[in-house]
C-alpha cells in the first residue's frame, strides 16, 4: 500500500495574489492535511474516509479524488491495474487552507508512486492545477505547489519550473485559525475587482518583486516590513465576521501581520517569537474560532508532499 500526506497550505501569502504559497506544519506534530491510500484490488473502488468526510458528495464520480484517479487511467498510466483508493479528509472544505489542492496533490502523488510512472516536477504540477480549477475556477498554483513542494513557494505558469523557493526566517512563527464556518471560494473570487488601474497595478508588481528579493537577500525584517495584502483583503474581509476585529486585535499581541489565508476565512499571522504566537492563539481561540473551528501555531513544513 502507498500513503501519501500532502499539508493544508496558505495561498497568496498576504503580498502575493495567486502567486505565493506557504505550506504548513503544526508544531505539535499533528498533521494539518489529506492522506491518501492507494493499495492493489480487483476492481477500482474508493473510500472518503476522515473527519471532513462527511462534507463531501456521497456519489464518487463527484469527488476530485476519484475523478484523479480516473483521468490518470486514461491518460497517465493505462495499463495500471485495479486499484482501493481512499482519501482521508483531514481539512474543512471552504477553509482557505487549501482542502481540494490537498486531496488532488496527495492522489496524483500517490498514484505515481503506485504506478511508478516517474512524472517530473512540472507534469505532476499540471496535471493538479487542472483539477484544482475545477473547484476554484481557475488554474492557481498557489496552493498546489507548496502543497506539493514545500516551504515558500513563488509560484505561477511564467516561473521556470513552476516554482521558485523562497527563505524566511527560521525564526517565524505562523498561527492559522479557521473559524468554523466554510467561504466559497467562488463566491470569495466574485467579490474581487476585475481589473485593477495602473497605480495598483505598479504597486502590486514592486512590492511582490521587493517582497521576494529581500527574502532571498536574508533581509527578512524588511520584508515584513512591506506584507500587506493591497489586491484581495479589503474586498474579502466583510464576509468574513470576526476578520476586522482580530486584525485590529492581534498585533497588540505580537503579530507582525495579520491576513487572509487564500480565499478565506482562515486567517494567519506571523509571528517573530513563540511568546507572541501563544498569545495570538489564545486570543483566537477565545474571540474568532466556534465550536468547530481550530487554531494551530506553525512553522513551514519544509517537506511538503510525502509518503508516510
Known amino acids: 500500500m502507498i500513503e501519501v500526506y500532502a499539508p493544508a497550505s496558505i495561498g497568496n501569502f498576504a503580498v502575493g495574489f495567486d502567486s505565493l504559497g506557504a ?5 505539535d506534530g499533528a498533521l494539518l492535511g489529506d492522506v491518501v491510500a492507494v493499495s492493489p484490488s480487483e ?41 482501493k483508493l481512499e482519501l482521508k479528509k483531514n481539512l474543512p472544505i471552504g477553509s482557505g487552507l487549501g482542502s481540494s489542492a490537498c486531496s488532488v ?20 504540477i499540471e496535471l493538479m492545477a487542472n483539477f484544482e480549477a475545477i473547484v476554484s475556477g481557475g488554474r492557481h498554483y498557489d496552493n498546489i505547489t507548496p502543497c506539493y513542494l514545500g516551504g515558500l513557494q513563488l509560484t505561477g505558469d511564467l516561473v521556470p519550473n513552476k ?13 492559522a485559525a479557521f473559524p468554523g464556518f466554510s467561504l466559497n471560494t467562488a463566491k ?11 497605480h495598483a497595478s505598479v504597486e502590486f508588481a514592486q512590492r511582490l518583486s521587493a ?23 479589503q474586498h474579502r474581509a466583510p464576509l468574513i465576521n470576526g476578520f476586522s476585529e482580530a486584525k485590529a486585535a492581534l498585533p497588540e499581541f505580537g503579530a507582525e501581520i495579520v491576513s487572509i489565508s487564500g480565499a478565506g476565512p482562515t486567517l494567519f499571522t506571523v509571528c517573530k517569537t513563540l511568546d507572541a504566537a501563544k498569545q495570538c ?3 483566537l481561540a477565545q474571540n474568532y474560532i466556534n465550536e468547530q473551528g481550530f487554531c494551530h501555531i506553525c512553522k513551514l513544513d519544509n517537506a511538503g508532499t510525502r509518503q508516510l
Open 23 to 27: 505550506a504548513l506544519a503544526p508544531i
Open 43 to 83: 476492481r477500482d473502488e474508493f473510500i472518503c474516509s476522515g473527519d471532513y468526510a462527511d462534507k463531501l458528495p456521497t456519489d464518487a464520480s463527484e469527488n476530485l479524488a476519484y475523478q484523479c484517479l480516473v483521468y490518470f487511467r486514461e491518460h497517465v498510466a493505462p495499463t495500471m491495474p485495479s486499484v
Open 105 to 124: 496533490v496527495a492522489t496524483f502523488a500517490a498514484l505515481d508512486k503506485f504506478a511508478d510512472t516517474k512524472l517530473n516536477q512540472v507534469q505532476l
Open 163 to 175: 516554482s521558485i523557493a523562497l527563505p524566511v526566517d527560521e525564526s517565524w512563527y505562523y498561527v
Open 188 to 198: 470569495a473570487r466574485s467579490v474581487l475587482p476585475k481589473q485593477l488601474n495602473m
Open 211 to 233: 517582497f521576494s528579493t529581500l527574502l532571498l537577500t536574508n533581509r527578512f525584517d524588511e520584508a515584513l516590513s512591506i506584507m500587506s495584502d493591497e489586491i484581495a483583503e
Open 281 to 283: 492563539a489564545q486570543w
